[in-house]
């Protein structure tokens, strides 16, 4: 099943919210790594994005959500930008893979995922 137009604009903004949240942590881990000091501030300020991040990420148990979510930080960001890449070309939502479309339920967990849940497990599997 295909992405309609409106839920590819959801996605899309999810991933420019989630680069311009991983642009500031990376700044507030830069600011920390120079001994800069640290805005008291930030610890009273509940960002809804952060506990969204944290929620993928925690979600242990559900293979379709986690399999995906195991890359670090820099790693992260690329595919986020990729993602936002293919949403321009238009591939958005195809496994580069096998060339089927990604489930909803995959990309509402892990928007920026390039492969279906198939190919990414048998890529792990490989890798392991
Ligand atoms: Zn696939």
Same mark, same amino acid.
Not at 19 to 31: I, K, M, P, T
Not at 38 to 43: A, C, Q, Y
Not at 97 to 115: D, E, F, T, V
């Given at each position: ?13 999810? #991933?420019?919210?989630?680069? /311009?949240?991983?642009?500031?942590? $990376?700044?507030? #881990? =830069? !600011?920390? #790594? ?6 008291? /501030? ?8 952060? /506990?969204? &991040?944290? =929620? ?13 979510? #195991?890359?670090?930080? $820099?790693?992260?960001?690329?595919? &986020? $930008? ?11 939502? &195809?496994?580069?893979?096998? /060339? ?26 490989? !890798?392991?």
């Amino acid at each position: 099943m295909r992405l309609n137009t409106q839920e590819v604009k959801n996605l899309q903004l999810r #991933l420019q919210k989630m680069v /311009s949240h991983n642009r500031q942590l $990376q700044s507030e #881990l =830069d !600011r920390e #790594l120079t001994h800069e000091t640290v805005d008291s /501030s930030r610890e009273t300020t509940v960002d809804p994005l952060s /506990s969204e &991040i944290n =929620d993928l990420r925690g979600h242990q148990g559900d293979d379709e959500v986690t399999l995906g979510s #195991l890359r670090i930080e $820099q790693d992260m960001d690329r595919e &986020i $930008q990729s993602a936002l890449d293919r949403i321009e070309q238009g591939t958005y939502g &195809i496994c580069e893979h096998c /060339s089927k479309p990604i489930s909803k339920r995959r990309l509402n967990a892990l928007p920026y995922a390039r492969r279906c849940l198939h190919c990414e497990a048998a890529e792990n599997f490989v !890798r392991a």
